[in-house]
């Protein structure tokens, strides 16, 4: 213990992580609540938020509804400017690239929605919708473009004989293979999927999630995975951020945090998730928490969870745990962590 | 572009079926199939756009001939529609109005549309101090009365300034300065909202610039609500053409207006109702075809039924 | 076209059955039959639906809307579009126990109270006067269920209850779905895509795929020891939240058949990979692999050694 005050290890300056492709580093995103005219009031949408992701890595990141990790996602990915913070991607900080020094970016940085129905223009064929990217940053025109465009449609078990085709003619698996495609084609090297699966059918997601690792092995790419369904997130993830109420409350390795979570809040998640095991359901037992979960505009103080914590103190409402290293490379924000 | 060839995916779904090539235009042209009254709506607008056709190399007698036979003749087998006032063929001045109304309601329509869509497009898409500039200006023109606006320009474009002769031009001119607005509105509205659905996101994504957006991403999928817009602006167009021309005030005689022929047989109406009667007919029935026409696309194009 | 093709099956009272499936597997549609509620222009062209002695096929209208509301109860995936937004939660579990005259009007507004703490609503005394756009996604579902259990059916049929739900809110369902089936002594249908959930609720399962019943049993069996090669592959292609080692998923290949394109022989084959010659031919019949375990395979996964190689080439 040295007695010079360092700066406190965050999940952003993580020491296991060698050298991270992207950082994040107290970032903010507000929106402005819908409402009268003279309502002041904000969703805290995303709050302080630390993390880092290294090369060739997933990062998982979970939460339920209204947790906020969406809307991280697209701040990352500069859908939607930051309120106030910074994502350092390689050595350029994204919240200050705008204009043409951002669309130049996004050769890098590439997404894959939600939704493989709204995703694509229902007015353009596959082909071009595929092709829009190279088309976009010139990268490669005629004959050389339906080339790449058919390559990667084999890479992700498309027929390319489908090119002129139209969205509404496949099915949804074979859409969000469309989308990934898409992000594909010019070759970035980090990707956000959001809720990539979840709009697919049990049989379908297999493909997809397999699609995924099978991609990341061949082109090294590093993802940031976003979704509520945290088997899926556990087996696609090398390591996992649980998100609640705009904050990331425990991120870690994902094996150390199934073995051991460390945040109330990831305990009681992982209880609550059904196993396909009759004989391990029969003695799970969800923890089932109190209440609901509170409005991001209001947000509680301090601890965000205390309000539905099992172990909550009254040091929980007054003092706000910050998320600090608590073993090496597992961070969590809570004053009794690992207690519950 | 360096990269491996790829190796084969265990997960590679090549060997699918998919269903029969549907796209969304046929899937609109499916719907307005099975819709009678758009039917009808069609079916009239292709005799409109044919007689106008022919009567710009054959009417059975010039439009302007007048002493064709005997002045208010009732309707004979030489004459099917009868002779007007002035003796002239009402057959052929059906014909040539035809043509006059084509003219009005496409070339309104048209216009309409190049005001209105970039407009609307602009407001639509870049919000903040853009929209509240052209959503000012639409307010405010809404606020005109229209009617008289396009009399007053009708006047001064042609018989006061000279810019612009009395004829189909003006009137098309002046209509479309005082009723781009319902067009621009709308397309406001779609590209508020369509910019916000994720495939415009996932094209920003992919690199487009804001014209790609709207021209390749937002303008297309506009494109269902726009015509049905600018289909209404036709019936519209022609109406205040034909009441113009009604009133005098729009193309000169010997033109063969409806509205003029109407206006001809006015005096007459008593004893010789034929006169104002067959352009009546021809202008309700072609009204009611545009409108019918127009529901039927709007329920073709009907984004709550489309998938 | 057909949706649902020769469905035959038994639930015991107080017997929880899950009925899983993917979309357009037919599952709705045969819960939907129960009730008679099928959308037009579907009906039912065959078969009989045994309710006691009752056959829910040939009673009239009047009938059917009896049965609806004294013995059955109906739980939907999403609880905003059963609900009337304009009326008070209150007051439609009052409308709904007072509709099927079981109750007096008086009987029924004093048991508003007691059936949304049945339900476990929070301070349910405070958010009677409710509407339906102030209470979260949660707790629309408990009151759902309490119209429903507000008769004291002795059926519940649940489509999808959880689906959109977060999961720490699914947990608390299904707890509650579990306790008010003992409460009520009511046989419970869970119609669900979720392999996990059926494991942690239902005794027996239904298998569904492409319109027909492709495996049914015991829930302990069909886990542990499923026959069929859909079952099998289902259970292998979701992840799981307490994976140790990550293994590769299973994927099924393919999609599911178009209802008016059905395959030839066994619906499955195009996507099955344990196939033989015969299934392409020949439609296998829902035959007995242990006792009450039945699977619709020529083939059953007893017969294959070491499947997951097989599966994964």
């Known amino acids: 213990m040295s007695a010079q005050p360092s700066p406190a290890i965050t999940p952003a300056s993580d020491p296991t992580l060698k050298k991270p492709l992207l950082r994040v580093e107290k970032l903010v995103k507000h929106f402005p609540a819908g409402g009268g005219l003279f ?3 904000v969703v805290h949408a995303v709050d302080g938020v630390d993390l880092a992701i290294a090369p060739g890595e997933t990062l998982g990141l979970v939460g339920e509804s209204g947790c906020g990790k969406s809307t991280l996602g697209r701040v990352i990915v500069r859908l939607q400017p930051a309120t106030s913070g910074q994502i350092f991607f390689k050595d350029t900080d994204l919240t200050r690239v705008r204009g043409e020094k951002l669309r130049r970016l996004r050769q890098q940085i590439q997404m894959i929605f939600q939704d493989p129905y709204a995703s694509l223009n229902p007015r353009m064929t596959v082909g071009d919708i595929v092709a829009e990217p190279l088309r976009n940053f010139g990268v490669a025109r005629g004959r050389k473009a339906e080339q790449r465009v058919q390559e990667v449609m084999r890479v ?30 010019l070759n970035p090297t980090f990707i956000v999927a959001d809720e990539p699966v979840s709009a697919l059918d049990v049989s379908i997601q297999a493909q997809i999630v397999n699609l995924m690792e099978d991609l990341q092995a061949k082109f090294n790419l590093t993802f940031l995975f976003i979704a509520h369904d945290l088997s899926v997130v556990r087996h696609i993830s090398d390591r996992i951020a649980v998100m609640y109420l705009g904050k990331i409350v425990e991120i870690g390795p994902s094996g150390s945090i199934r073995d051991k979570p460390l945040h109330p809040y990831t305990k009681v998640l992982q209880s609550s998730v059904p196993v396909p095991d009759p004989d391990l359901e029969a003695v799970r037992k969800p923890i089932l928490l109190k209440g609901e979960i509170p409005s991001p505009v209001n947000p509680p103080s301090a601890c965000r969870f205390h309000t539905r914590c099992p172990i909550a103190q009254p040091i929980c409402s007054e003092v706000e745990p910050p998320l600090e290293m608590k073993e090496n490379g597992r961070f969590a924000a809570c004053h009794f962590a690992g207690q519950l | 572009m360096a990269q491996a060839a790829p190796v084969a995916q265990p997960d590679v779904e090549l060997t699918y079926e998919i269903p029969e090539q549907v796209t969304l235009l046929s899937d609109a042209w499916r719907r307005i199939r099975r819709n009678r009254l758009a039917l009808v709506g069609g079916g009239v607008i292709i005799v409109l756009l044919i007689v106008a056709l022919i009567s710009m190399v054959w009417t059975p007698y010039p ?47 048209i216009i309409v549309s ?5 407009l609307g497009l602009l407001a639509g898409f870049y919000r903040g101090k853009v929209d509240t500039a052209i959503s000012f200006v639409i307010n405010i023109w809404y606020g005109i009365p229209d009617l008289l606006v396009a009399l007053i320009l009708v006047f001064v474009l042609s018989d006061a300034l000279h810019l612009i002769p009395r004829g189909v031009l003006v009137i098309v001119i002046a209509f479309s300065l005082t009723r ?50 600018a289909t209404f602006a036709i019936p519209a167009a022609v109406l205040f053409e034909a009441f113009l021309s009604f009133l005098g005030l729009g193309l000169p005689p010997p033109t063969p207006s409806w509205g003029a022929m109407a206006s001809d047989g006015y005096h007459g109406m008593d004893f010789a109702p034929h006169i104002v009667l067959a352009p009546t007919i021809a202008l309700s029935i072609t009204l009611m075809a545009f409108n019918w026409l127009g529901d039927g696309l709007r329920d073709a194009f009907d984004p709550r039924m489309r998938r | 076209m057909t949706a649902v093709d020769g469905i035959s099956f038994e639930i015991d009272r107080g017997e929880i059955v899950g009925i899983v499936g993917e979309s357009g597997s037919g599952k709705t549609m045969t819960a939907l039959s129960l009730l008679r509620l099928i959308p037009e222009p579907g009906r039912i062209t065959g078969g009989r639906i045994l309710y006691g002695e009752k056959d829910i096929a040939q009673m009239t209208d009047e009938e059917i809307r009896e049965f609806r509301g004294n013995e059955v109860a109906m739980i939907f995936q999403d609880p905003m579009t059963s609900l009337n937004p304009v009326l008070r939660v209150g007051f439609q579990v009052e409308e709904a126990m007072a509709a099927h005259a079981r109750f007096t009007r008086q009987q029924s507004r004093d048991r508003v109270l007691p059936m949304l703490q049945r339900v476990r ?52 369902i299904i707890e509650l779905l579990r306790d008010l089936s003992r409460e009520l002594r009511a046989s419970v249908i869970l119609i669900t895509h979720n392999m996990a959930l059926v494991a942690s609720l239902c005794n027996r399962v239904i298998v569904m795929y492409a319109g027909r019943i492709v495996e049914e049993g015991p829930t302990r069996a069909i886990f542990k020891n499923p026959q069929h090669p859909y079952t099998w592959s289902l259970l292998r292609s979701m992840p799981r939240v307490d994976e140790v080692e990550k293994e590769r998923l299973i994927s099924i290949k393919g999609l599911p058949p178009d209802l008016g394109r059905m395959p030839p022989g066994c619906k499955f084959h195009p996507r099955c990979k344990f196939k033989v010659d015969r299934c392409l031919t020949e439609e296998p019949p829902l035959g007995e692999v242990d006792p009450g375990q039945l699977a619709r395979c020529w083939v059953l996964m007893k017969n294959i050694q070491n499947p997951e190689a097989e599966a994964q080439r």
């Open chain 1, 39 to 41: 309502a002041r009031n």
């Open chain 1, 156 to 185: 992700v078990g498309l027929n390319p004989n489908f090119v002129n085709r139209y969205p509404h003619e496949f099915s949804g698996g074979q859409r969000q293979r469309i989308g990934i495609a898409r992000a594909l084609v």
């Open chain 2, 63 to 109: 439009t302007w001939l007048q002493a064709v036979g005997p002045t208010y003749q009732p309707p004979s087998p030489a004459h099917p529609l009868g002779l007007d006032n002035a003796g002239r063929d009402i057959l052929s001045r059906i014909m040539g109005g035809a043509l006059i109304t084509v003219q009005v309601g496409i070339g309104s329509a």
């Open chain 2, 114 to 118: 190049l005001i209105g869509i970039p």
């Open chain 2, 180 to 229: 781009w607005m319902d067009v621009a509105r709308l397309v406001r509205g779609q590209a508020l909202a369509l910019r916000e659905r994720e495939f415009v996101e996932a094209a920003r994504m992919a690199g487009a610039r804001d014209y790609a957006l709207l021209v390749r991403h937002i303008f297309p999928n506009a494109l269902g609500p726009i015509i049905v817009q």
């Open chain 3, 121 to 172: 609503i929070p301070a349910a005394k405070e958010r009677v006067r409710d509407y339906p756009h102030q209470f979260s996604g949660g707790m629309r579902q408990r009151a759902m269920i309490a119209m429903g259990v507000s008769n004291e059916p002795s059926l519940l049929i649940a489509d999808e209850p959880t689906t959109a739900l977060d999961v720490t809110v699914q947990a608390s």
